[in-house]
């Protein structure tokens, strides 16, 4: 990028991807330029550790633009709620550490999430939710004001961290109807962050490749390989 692109670094949470997102809401609104936000993470893990078969990894990104003839979605509504609320977290390079998961479902998760889309104030609740969490309980607990079918990826990548957010929501606008509404939230430390999006016709173009044709080119690869890959590239 040339020196006059400014640029923005989020991250060290697990919504490190939505809180940049809000943010590139707001820029386009005040300056009408487009705005990409991009987010890739690599989950660490322990050989033979708990979470070794769900943590993966993944990259995604989304153009903003003031406005579009054919548009793929539209960003309706936004919402956050700032808590100081931390159980699961990870350092740098290091594998995640997790307290109590119900206690931070119950206490976290849920109250936050509830805030976050309350302040979103969408029309009616979406039909479809993406979530960004390590789990089928904390997505269910995030997704839970808006009772919406959730669309995600965690089943053929896995939890790829802060990218989960993006790329589950690229997937999600290429896989439903236009005219569907899709609720987006990532939680993580500091806060939650809610977004309501509305599919356009210009989801339904033939010639992207999409990210389920990606999924499906997938390749499956020993265990062996897997831990080589892993020490590898030391993630």
Not at 13 to 36: I, Q
Not at 84 to 95: D, I, M, N
């Amino acid at each position: 990028m040339s020196t006059d692109v400014r640029t923005g670094d989020f991250q060290a949470s697990g919504r490190a991807a939505a809180d940049p997102l809000a943010t590139a809401c707001e820029y386009v609104r005040a300056t009408d330029e487009p705005v990409v936000v991009a987010a890739v993470d690599i989950m660490p893990v322990e050989s033979g550790g708990d979470d070794e078969s769900t943590m993966g990894a993944g990259a995604g990104a989304l153009v903003l633009r003031p406005e579009r003839d054919d548009p793929m979605a539209t960003i309706d509504a936004v919402g956050q709620a700032t808590t100081g609320f931390l159980e699961r977290h990870r350092e740098h390079g290091e594998s995640a550490t997790a307290g109590d998961a119900r206690f931070e479902r119950r206490q976290g998760v849920a109250p936050a999430a509830s805030t976050a889309f309350d302040r979103a104030e969408a029309d009616s609740d979406p039909e479809y939710g993406v979530a960004s969490a390590p789990g089928f309980r904390f997505a269910r607990t995030a997704l839970g004001p808006i009772n919406a079918e959730r669309v995600s990826t965690f089943n053929e990548v896995g939890y790829a961290g802060t990218a989960t957010m993006l790329l589950d929501l690229a997937h999600a606008i290429e896989s439903v109807d236009p005219g569907s509404t899709i609720g987006a939230v990532a939680y993580g430390q500091g806060g939650t962050d809610a977004f309501v999006v509305s599919v356009a016709d210009g989801a339904n173009d033939p010639n992207r490749l999409t990210v389920a044709e990606q999924l499906e080119a997938k390749k499956y690869v020993p265990y062996a390989k897997h831990l080589e890959y892993r020490e590898r590239y030391d993630y």
